[in-house]
């Protein structure tokens, strides 16, 4: 007999307190590169904040306490393109290595990134 302990993604990088640090990270480097700033104009960054830890959570196996909107409802008015995408994509992974997040985990976050991406692309 064969028992999975491996313990989730989640639990591994640090849990909550991993999660958040990344996801601060995250929003600050978006809102201080020039071609993705601008999307944020008077989105309120707490409440985006918030929703991103819990999909992410959601994301590395951890408690699934997303409330936020369908990912293509929330991006459908917002005309981003595929570079656009790539840049923001782009932004995390660089978070998630930065703060010491093992490879296979970074892996798992880019396939996600992959299968969400028609979903938030649409310009
Ligand atoms: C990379 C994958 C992405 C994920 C996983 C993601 C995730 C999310 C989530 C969870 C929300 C909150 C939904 C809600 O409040 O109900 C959101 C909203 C938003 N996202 Fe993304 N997002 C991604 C890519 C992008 C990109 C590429 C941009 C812009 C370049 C972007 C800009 C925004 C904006 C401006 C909002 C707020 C929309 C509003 O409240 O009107 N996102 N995103």
Do not use: C, K, W
């Not at 707490?46 to 369908?70: C, I, K, N």
């Amino acid at each position: 007999m064969s028992v999975d302990v491996t313990p989730p993604m989640f639990e591994e990088i640090g849990g909550s307190e991993a999660v958040e640090e990344a996801v601060r990270r995250f929003y600050e480097r978006l809102l201080a590169d020039p071609q993705t700033a601008e999307f944020f104009d008077g989105i309120d960054i707490e409440v985006l904040r918030q929703h991103q830890v819990a999909l992410l959570t959601t994301v590395l196996g951890g408690p699934d306490a997303y409330s936020g909107r369908e990912l293509s409802q929330a991006h459908a008015h917002l005309s981003i393109t595929s570079d656009d995408y790539a840049r923001v994509g782009a932004h995390l992974i660089a978070v998630l290595v930065e703060l010491g997040v093992p490879e296979h985990v970074i892996t798992h976050v880019n396939e996600t990134l992959t299968a969400v991406a028609p979903d938030i692309i649409t310009a």
